[in-house]
């Protein structure tokens, strides 16, 4: 394999290039020391790691209880670690990419999602509880009892601001069930990680994580090597990064994928213009109410599930079932 010039990199801020990255089992090492880097645990050597479904794994097997019942995360939850769907199992289109996460499951059961999102999308918020509460939800079948629920970790990986004052420096937060007036930890079963990689200072903080965000923000080889000297996970992430980058197919699938996250953009953006723009004309409540279908429309059109749509918008299914999909290219 020729070797890949450093200003040809594939950006790992793609989502597409971070699922090779992280959802494939050459790339181990590197999901391991990223998911200490972000739960801030300390690293040890670990045992047993395979890739497989989650159905390659008994449930009862899954559903194992701890020693102590315990749902805080430790050390020993990253021996046995399966990536569910890993992407070495599916050939992607360039017309249907599907959904481009990473989901890792321990042998105790407990469930870590993890997804980069390159592009800002309508009810963001929203979207990551819903899917992170079915993550939960998902988790009992008929006759299951409550204590067999296992932790749920989702880590969002945002290429754009969105958490809280658009000037803090602070790039990592953590949400719990949590009383902050009584600072009363409710249950650990629960927690959503949000990184903002645009408030991520070109100085180290003496972090874990910081270098991982400086690598994901990186933009040629060089930058990607002197973070690699802090951690090794890095640099394995690094060299699958070259790998993937001197692929002619994988070039392609990235270029592609980076055209529909652009056509998504654009589309998103002329509909909630067009929105705006006809709640001035024919009043706030009708203009409201008009956005909302027309986001809905938008959404029919991308093909986003009607749950999703439902969320977002605030119509019920019933009114959504009756929409038509609507091309934003198409609206005047």
Partial sequence: MADQNSSNLLSPRLDFVFKNLFGDDRSLGALKSFLFAVLNVSENELDDISV?????????????????????????????????????KKEFSVDKFG????????????????????????????RIIYYHSKLLSQQLISGDKYESLKTVVSIVVTDFIFIGDKFSPVYHHRFLYHDPDHNVTFSNISEIHTLELPRVSATPDNTKLWPWLTFLNATNDEEMKMVGQMDPG???????????????????MAEAREKQLHDMS????????????????????????????LTARIMLFLNKPIDEIALCTRLTKAEI????????????
């Fill in 99 to 126: 959904i481009l996460d990473v989901k890792v499951k321990t042998k105790e059961g407990k469930t870590f999602h993890i997804e980069m999102q390159s592009i800002t999308v309508p009810c963001m918020i929203q």
């Fill in 266 to 293: 654009s589309l998103y953006a002329k509909g909630l213009d067009d929105g705006v723009i006809q709640g001035r004309i024919q009043g706030e409540i009708k203009g409201e109410i008009k956005g909302r279908i």
């Fill in 321 to 332: 079932e009756k929409l038509t999909p609507l091309d934003p290219n198409h609206l005047q």
């Fill in 52 to 88: 497989g479904d989650f159905s390659d794994v008994s449930s009862d097997k899954l559903r194992e209880p701890l020693a102590d019942e315990s749902n805080s995360i430790s050390n020993e939850d990253f021996n046995g670690i399966v990536i569910a769907d890993p992407l070495l």
């Fill in 234 to 252: 890095i640099e394995i992430a690094r060299k699958r990064l070259i790998e993937l980058s001197a692929d002619d197919k994988t070039r392609r």
